[in-house]
């Protein structure tokens, strides 16, 4: 199963940079942005759960851990923003995964201390 994980994850990983590209040069809001965006935010979720699997079946790293759960809150935010469309309207979610980034980093800084 580990080797399998591990091409997924790189797998998802050139999807991202390709469609995260293609999401850059399209046109905003037009159809191919938006689906570069959704390839984008499924390819993102899938970095960030295969690199869990592996950080716990293979060998753990705290850096690696943190530098996921901040490029997938990121991803997030990015992602709950647009959902949310109305400013002001955040939800237990929002603030969960935002106060779950800002734990992590003091964590990885308390650890590094």
Do not use: C
Not at 7 to 13: I, L, R, T
Not at 17 to 44: E, T
Not at 48 to 75: D, E, K, P, Q, W
């Amino acid at each position: 199963m580990e080797p399998t994980l591990i091409y997924s994850h790189v797998f998802a990983g050139a999807s991202v940079l390709l469609s995260g590209l293609v999401a850059m040069l399209a046109p905003k809001g037009g159809r191919g942005h938006r689906m570069a965006g959704q390839l984008y935010f499924w390819g993102m979720f899938w970095i960030f759960a295969s690199a869990l699997l592996l950080i716990g079946m293979v060998r753990f790293n705290i850096f690696l851990l943190v530098m996921g759960v901040f490029s997938f809150y990121l991803t997030f935010s990015g992602y709950r923003v647009l959902k949310r469309k109305a400013p002001g309207q955040q939800g237990w979610i929002d603030w969960g995964a935002a106060i779950f980034a800002i734990a992590s980093g003091l964590g990885l800084l308390f650890y590094g201390l």
